[in-house]
């Protein structure tokens, strides 16, 4: 029996690290990465391990976490800087493999199963690429090394910060049995109370029930858990995903309030995705806006046509109904992005990576 060879790679407290690393003064500090604690609506992207024993958490209102330590010392995020680490932690897998997968700009799933540099093991790959990141970018990253994504995940998690967590092919579904539910990646709060419910608290109790039995009470999710517990998970590694959509999005540097602002940046997407639409000879028949308010909740609207949008006078045109139909007098916005989708033909689609 062969098996793959995944590792999952997360970058430790990301924007917090980089502002350490870049603010030597700083570190060992509470610090929080995120919209100011004055005035309303800002929140934490995310705070330092000397600010998380105070209790402080990605998505929390800052002014929240201000009370919780009063000595905090609140920064804002600096995402052009993130991307360029992206872009170089990026660089430092490709030397190991050409299957990557990011996940956002701090985690990647890796297969390394078809080993580039003949190390021989995928611990020591790991251990490597966590060393590279330490040395040339003076940040740390965790890793979980196993034979399937949704074990790799987890086990990444599991000795941060600074961690390297191997489950081997015959550790993976004992370890399964014993994880607890709400530890499943997808499972949130409802799926975790319902299977509880149940009498489902451990990966061991959903091991119990038919597929079918899974199939009824989840659906197809309930058929994937049947798999995972089971330590079955195929999914492969996509290192290149073909664009389906073509997006332009812009988080802001304060929270916009005014209809009329939001229209202004609504124009410039407009003529920003038109831009690309061009360039890449593409026209869409779906358009959506993404709309992500300062208390990080994320709502997408689309809308679609019989004939395909082309100029940008109709996708800002179409942009703004969207946004009108969703405005809400006193929220405030931190990230406004339109997408056209549902491309005329297959052979116009592009390549993310
Ligand atoms: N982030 C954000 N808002 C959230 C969650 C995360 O802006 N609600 C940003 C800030 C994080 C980065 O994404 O630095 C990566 O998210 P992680 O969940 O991996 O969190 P960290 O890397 O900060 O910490 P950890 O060491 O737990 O991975
Ligand atoms: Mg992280």
């Given at each position: 029996?062969?098996?793959?060879k995944i590792i999952h790679i997360d970058m430790d ?75 170089q932690i990026r660089d430092i897998f490709r030397r190991y493999t050409?299957l990557i ?5 701090d985690e990647a799933y890796l297969d390394v199963?078809?080993d580039k540099l003949?190390i021989?093991s995928a611990i020591e790959i790991a251990r490597q690429i966590k060393d590279a990141i330490q040395q040339e970018l003076?940040l740390t990253a965790s890793a979980g090394v ?6 790799a995940?987890?086990?990444s ?5 600074n961690g390297l ?189």
């Amino acid at each position: 029996m062969s098996h793959r060879k995944i590792i999952h790679i997360d970058m430790d407290a990301f924007y917090v690290s980089v502002e350490e690393r870049d603010h030597p003064e700083l570190a060992g500090k509470p610090l929080v990465v995120g919209g100011p604690p004055e005035g309303r609506g800002g929140v934490v992207a995310t705070a330092s391990y000397e600010a998380r024993k105070f209790g402080i958490r990605s998505a929390m209102p800052s002014k929240q976490a201000l009370q919780l330590c009063p000595q905090a010392i609140f920064l804002r995020p600096r995402f052009e800087i993130y991307k360029e680490v992206s872009r170089q932690i990026r660089d430092i897998f490709r030397r190991y493999t050409d299957l990557i997968e990011p996940l956002s700009l701090d985690e990647a799933y890796l297969d390394v199963t078809d080993d580039k540099l003949g190390i021989g093991s995928a611990i020591e790959i790991a251990r490597q690429i966590k060393d590279a990141i330490q040395q040339e970018l003076r940040l740390t990253a965790s890793a979980g090394v196993s034979v399937n994504k949704f074990v790799a995940k987890i086990a990444s998690d599991i000795n941060k910060p600074n961690g390297l967590k191997f489950i081997g092919p015959s550790a993976v579904e004992a370890f399964m049995e014993q994880l607890p539910v709400e530890k499943f990646h997808g499972v949130g709060k409802v799926t975790a109370a319902k299977m509880k419910g149940m009498g489902l608290f451990t990966g061991a109790d959903v091991k119990r029930l038919t597929e079918a039995e899974m199939f009824k009470h989840f659906g197809k999710a309930g058929s994937f858990y049947y798999r995972i517990v089971r330590g079955i998970d195929e999914r492969p590694v996509q290192s290149q995903r073909v664009a389906k959509s073509l997006a332009a999005e812009d988080t802001f540097s304060y929270d916009l309030t005014t209809l009329e602002e939001m229209n202004a940046e609504l124009d410039k997407l407009s003529s920003i995705v038109h831009g690309r639409l061009t360039k890449n000879n593409l026209q869409g028949r779906t358009l959506t806006i993404k709309i992500k308010y300062s208390d990080f909740r994320q709502i997408t609207r689309n809308r679609s046509f019989p004939e395909p949008v082309a100029d940008e006078a109709t996708i800002r045109r179409l942009a703004k109904e969207l946004l009108t139909l969703t405005f809400i007098q006193g929220q405030r916005i931190r990230l406004l992005g339109i997408s056209l989708s549902n491309f005329d033909r297959a052979k116009e689609q592009l390549r993310l990576f």
